[in-house]
């Protein structure tokens, strides 16, 4: 009896020292809530495709709408291994990311959500000044993003220049707070977390956001009048940033996977968010009675003014807003202009809910020029 009480015993033991280590679970923060196409296809979707092609190597805790990182602090938190990977507005932090705010104030340069946010990432995989900065953060850049054209979302008719002035407006920095207080407006910098409640308790009389989120946060419900004036696209910092022990401790077959869906995840988001946009101005009239205000011309003049102003002084801005030398700052207005022009032309014709063309366009002339094997490894 007790033989084989001995010998099932030695079986157990062999039979769990033998069986293979689980795979490490993860963790990818987004501080975005559940619901934005951020969230559902960069993060929570993305995790399910690297599980799924990793076999189950890498697996992530997906955290969404601040509960394990808030937008501030998903930079640091990512560097100090709170999470894996997260993403971060950049012009939340602009004096860690000052590089990275230079080309984020550019973001009135063209319409084409898509030129830019190519633009962008390229030049975050390969500048040098762009590099450094991430390194220096503690963090490996793993794929960029951009919106649609934001809109101001308003509590309060917006139509000529004198009703913007005063207004408390939800701005995310850079760019859009040097609009506002040409227009008269007072910027607000806060998370777009909080433009609902702030446009729902009266401390916020605008926040600026693109049109999907009149539906994906419900914005319809505490806010009737859109201004029609294009105010940018937003493409600010990683969509991916990685914390570097994470990174250089993957395979490079998982790199390159990482990478891939990375592209392919940006893809599958900016097309929801074009489709929720094209709802919610639909279902915004229809339901919700708002109203997309075409606005007066001397207002739309002096957006125009703003803009043509703005981008002459982009290197001043750079040197003194940023502390970025005159030679650096150039260098990089300069590569990334070329790089959006070029991009535009890439994307002629492209039908922008085209997602076969456009992951192609993305995955095949960004992503996959990225070197796995060199790639964030020193």
């Known amino acids: 009896m007790l033989k084989r009480l001995l010998t099932t015993a030695a079986i157990a033991a062999f039979a769990v020292g033998s069986a293979p280590a689980q795979a490490e679970t993860f963790s990818a923060n987004n501080f975005l809530d559940a619901g934005h196409p951020f969230s559902v296809e960069n993060y929570t979707n993305f995790a399910e495709h690297v599980k799924e092609r990793t076999n189950g190597d890498i697996s992530f805790d997906v955290f969404l709408g601040g509960v394990l990182l808030g937008g501030r602090a998903s930079l640091s938190g ?143 419900d505490v806010a009737k009048y859109v201004p029609m004036i294009p105010l940018g696209s937003y493409y600010s910092g990683p969509m991916w940033a990685y914390n570097i022990k994470f990174w250089q401790e993957r395979t490079e077959e998982q790199r390159a996977i990482l990478l891939e869906e990375a592209g392919k995840a940006f893809i599958r988001s900016a097309i929801v968010y074009l489709e929720n946009s094209e709802q919610a101005i639909e279902q915004g009239k229809a339901d919700h009675g708002m109203e997309f205000i075409t606005v007066d011309d001397p207002l739309m003049q002096k957006h125009l003014d703003f803009v043509e102003k703005d981008s002459a002084a982009v290197v001043e801005i750079a040197q003194k807003q940023y502390g970025v030398s005159e030679e650096v700052a150039v260098d990089l207005i300069e590569t990334f202009k070329k790089t959006v022009a070029e991009w535009e032309k890439k994307l002629e014709g492209v039908d922008m809910k085209d997602q076969e063309k456009l992951t192609q366009l993305f995955v095949d002339e960004i992503y996959k020029k990225v070197d796995p094997a060199t790639f964030g490894m020193n």
Request: glycine share 10%; hydrophobic share 40%; charged share 15%.
């Open 78 to 220: 990512t560097a100090d291994g709170v999470a894996q990977v997260a993403y971060h507005a950049g012009t939340y932090t602009p004096s860690d990311l000052p590089i990275t705010n230079i080309i984020s104030d550019l973001a009135f340069l063209t319409d084409n959500f898509y030129a830019l946010a190519a633009a962008s990432t390229i030049m975050s995989f390969t500048h040098p000044a762009l590099l450094g900065e991430y390194k220096k953060n503690g963090v490996v850049f793993g794929g960029g993003y951009g919106t649609p054209i934001y809109y101001l979302i308003c509590n309060k008719p917006i139509r000529t220049a004198a009703d913007l002035t005063g207004k408390r407006i939800r701005m995310p920095g850079g760019v859009w707070d040097r609009w506002a207080t040409e227009m008269g407006a007072v910027s607000v910098n806060v998370p777009s977390s909080e433009i609902y409640t702030g446009l729902d308790r009266g401390t916020l009389d605008c926040g600026v956001n693109p049109l999907d989120s009149l539906l994906s946060r419900s914005y319809w």
